[in-house]
């Protein structure tokens, strides 16, 4: 089975601090992205990679920017953290398919507030 | 701009009942789609994907259906149970790896 591993459930943090979350996958993956969920807005993609030290933006990068320097690991970054950063945090990964037709599999998030 | 959407946003059903939930979208050129679970506080599960040529997918008491062309798919659960109780989403893929998802439909079973 594959296995996405956020490296925290719940995450508190004040203004104005550096943020970092991380996200692990032992499948290989290729593909890997940060979603962050909100109650009426749903799932809303932040950032993607589809390799090592690639990036892409998503709906909403602004206020975030992520790294991937091994293929593993992903991490998303709060570069200075604001009160509307407070969300459910949610990592995925996947395998390139030239048909596109591999399933997202996603990890347990991580619920930030930030105060 | 691909849009999905999941009506109802909530649903209350007794045990036993089989039920459908639903899931549209607005462009038909999709690659497949994929349903999750997701319980409270936790992350998704990948339930079943359906590629854009296949009609539907089964997985035990769950059969997903495809209509691309009428924009629809349907997720169909047999004899519900309260273990089934959760919030399910639908999501698209269009021309590259990204998913957009619907808003999802929190499902409560009732013993």
């Known amino acids: 089975d594959v296995k996405v591993t956020q490296s925290s459930r719940y995450l508190v943090k004040r203004t104005g601090e550096k943020v970092f979350l991380e996200c692990v996958q032992d499948?290989?993956?290729?593909?890997m992205f940060w979603y962050r969920q909100d109650p009426g807005l749903g799932l809303r993609l932040i950032y993607f990679s589809y390799d090592v030290k690639m990036k892409e933006k998503g709906d909403i990068p602004e206020g975030y920017s992520v790294s991937r320097e091994k293929k593993e690991r992903f991490s998303l970054i709060l570069e200075s953290a604001s009160t509307n950063q407070t969300s459910m945090y949610l990592c995925?990964?996947?395998?390139?398919?030239?048909?596109?037709?591999?399933?997202?599999?996603f990890g347990d998030g991580t619920r930030l507030s930030i105060l | 701009k691909q849009e999905v959407t999941q009506i109802p946003a909530a649903l209350s059903v007794p045990e036993g009942e089989n039920l459908v939930l639903n899931c549209s979208f607005t462009?038909?050129?999709?690659?497949?789609l994929q349903w999750f679970r997701q319980d409270p506080g936790k992350g998704l599960t990948s339930l079943l994907l359906?590629?854009?040529?296949?009609r539907e997918q089964t997985s035990g008491r769950l059969n997903a259906s495809l209509d691309k062309s009428s924009g629809r798919s349907t997720l169909y659960i047999a004899a519900s149970q309260p273990g089934d109780s959760a919030t399910y989403l639908c999501a698209v893929k269009g021309g590259s790896e990204k998913l957009v998802f619907g808003k999802g439909t929190k499902l409560t079973v009732n013993p």
């Open positions: 995925a990964s996947s395998l390139v398919s030239p048909s596109l037709n591999q399933p997202q599999h």
């Open positions: 359906i590629q854009s040529s296949q």
């Open positions: 462009d038909s050129a999709i690659y497949n």
């Open positions: 499948m290989d993956h290729e593909n």
